[in-house]
């Protein structure tokens, strides 16, 4: 009878692991099955940001940080899209285009100065200090290793300039570009946190020139006046070679957001080509 009784005391637990291992096989592969819906929605997501950059009939949206959302199989993606030209490019911006994004997002104005002017020894090819800037005896000074008097290869090399933080860096991500090769930026498709680094500019005034802007480039009228100036005045109207897709895939309760960024191969039909994707969250 003890002999009996443990063999079903065996069985039994023989019975639990198996049931048990059946169960986190099936979680793994829902899972995985749920990650592989993802991407693939993801790059429908992709796919349709692309679509609408090569409409010219304006049967897409703007690409100034405008974004669609569409849901496939249960699974939710935001496409928001950006001309890089609308960006501020980190190699070839002036100091008072610098100072005025440290400002927007909060910093004072001495605080500013100083980052703006130690971007610019970052990459500038000589020793020579600019004021409130950083050489070589500031990094040194700092416990730090630096400044590499060329151009930013990437964007988060930001994070090693003297007085960068990472909150502040992924504050004034999202204005900034290494691919415009433009000291200005373009108004016509600059999203607000780039508008608002523009000087000279009410920030009361920005929304409402967002809106009208996108509103007028659905209807295919003019874009609107900023600040009692005609962006075509100040840049052509005329479309960007490089692009970024934002896309935010939501997988309840997971929220997966991705950085595409593309290039306009023009002639021979070849469109957009993605060049790279990076994980923001």
Aim: hydrophobic share 40%.
């Amino acid at each position: 009878m003890v002999s009996v009784l443990w063999l079903l005391v065996l069985l039994s637990m023989l019975v639990i692991n198996l049931s048990a291992g059946s169960r986190t096989e099936l979680q793994l592969a829902g899972n995985l099955r749920q990650a592989s819906s993802a991407r693939h929605v993801t790059e429908a997501g992709v796919n349709w940001g692309m679509w609408s950059l090569m409409q010219t009939n304006n049967a897409g949206w703007l690409a100034d940080g405008s974004s669609r959302t569409m849901e496939l199989d249960g699974i939710s993606v935001e496409v928001a899209l950006f001309d890089e030209q609308g960006k501020i490019d980190l190699n070839e911006a002036g100091p008072q285009l610098l100072q005025g994004l440290f400002e927007s997002v909060g910093q004072d104005k001495k605080t500013a100065e100083a980052l703006a002017a130690a971007v610019i020894d970052w990459r500038d090819e000589d020793q020579l200090l600019t004021p409130l800037g950083a050489e070589k005896e500031e990094y040194e000074a700092a416990g730090l290793i630096g400044p590499s008097n060329d151009s930013f290869e990437e964007l988060k090399d930001l994070l090693k300039v003297l007085g960068m933080t990472e909150e502040l860096y992924h504050q004034v991500l999202p204005a900034l570009t290494i691919y415009s090769k433009r000291a200005e930026v373009n108004p016509l498709v600059a999203p607000r946190v780039v508008l608002l680094a523009l000087p000279g500019i009410e920030p009361g005034s920005i929304d409402r020139f967002i809106e009208e802007r996108r509103r007028n480039f659905e209807s295919g009228q003019r874009p609107p006046i900023l600040n009692g100036v005609d962006p075509l005045i100040l840049t052509p109207n005329a479309p960007g070679v490089n692009y970024s897709i934002v896309t935010k895939t939501t997988v309840s309760p997971t929220v997966q957001i991705r950085q595409h960024l593309l290039v306009h191969r023009r002639g021979g039909g070849q469109g957009f080509e993605v060049m790279q994707s990076t994980q923001l969250e």
